[in-house]
């Protein structure tokens, strides 16, 4: 199965902060990853599909990137609302696998 | 607009089975992928497997052969997917989610939790 591990698992920032969440696959997903925030009690949501592709209705302060096999979602200027859980997901290979996730909070 | 619509909470013993439900609405329910992702308490994510409703074909993750059964009723827009022989280990929030152009999870359910207890 491939690895994807996330990193920071937790971290705290403050509002205005630019702030970067990254995933290492174990293997080539190519750009086959899915970035999702997950607010307490609701379902993920897609924020970024392909490693760089802004989602439907997704503040622009969001984008993806892809370094080699290091894969990053970056939040430009923190916003009270991005306070969350982020997923990254492979595609590429059965199973599809999910980071650990890291969680966001107010510094 | 798209809805998956699934059922509601779940209290089951150890060793039944359950069967929870997925009801999709505002596009083709054949011509779509369904997904099943399960989150334990305070975990991760994990994908469980797909159905594909127009033929019924259907991919599993490993981990989850036997455990889960994937199933979908054209006639009523519908997924089903069984859990059997339960145990606290299955305790956890289930998601039913579909795919859009390049984006296959683009659409979820709100989740099911499914509470194995005596």
């Known amino acids: 199965d491939i690895q994807m591990t996330q990193s920071p698992s937790s971290m705290s920032a403050s509002l205005g902060d630019r702030v970067t969440i990254t995933c290492q696959a174990s293997q080539?997903?190519?750009n086959n990853l899915i970035w999702f925030q997950q607010k307490p009690g609701k379902s993920p949501r897609p924020m970024i599909y392909y490693a760089t592709n802004l989602a439907n209705g997704v503040p622009s302060r969001?984008?993806?990137s892809r370094s080699g096999s290091d894969?990053?979602?970056t939040?430009?200027?923190l916003e009270s609302e991005d306070m969350a859980d982020y997923h990254c997901l492979q595609y590429k290979q059965y199973p599809y696998t999910f980071g650990a996730?890291?969680?966001l909070e107010l510094k | 607009?798209?809805?998956l619509q699934q059922s509601g909470t779940e209290l089951v013993k150890p060793a039944s089975s359950v069967k929870i439900s997925c009801k999709a609405s505002g596009y083709t329910f054949t011509s779509n992928y369904m997904h099943w992702i399960r989150q334990q308490p305070g975990n991760g994510l994990e994908w469980i497997g797909w159905i594909y409703p127009g033929n019924g074909n259907t991919k599993y993750n490993q981990k989850f052969d036997g455990k889960a059964?994937?199933?979908a009723?054209?006639?009523s827009s519908t997924a089903y997917m069984q859990l059997s022989s339960l145990t606290s280990e299955d305790s956890a929030v289930y998601f039913c989610a579909r795919g859009s152009g390049y984006n296959p999870f683009a659409y979820w359910g709100q989740g099911t939790l499914v509470t194995v207890s005596s």
């Open chain 2, 69 to 71: 059964t994937l199933t």
């Open chain 1, 28 to 30: 080539d997903i190519g």
């Open chain 1, 101 to 103: 996730g890291t969680k």
């Open chain 1, 71 to 73: 894969y990053s979602l």
């Open chain 1, 62 to 64: 969001f984008s993806g």
């Open chain 2, 1 to 3: 607009q798209v809805q």
């Open chain 1, 75 to 77: 939040i430009s200027s």
């Open chain 2, 73 to 75: 009723d054209k006639s």
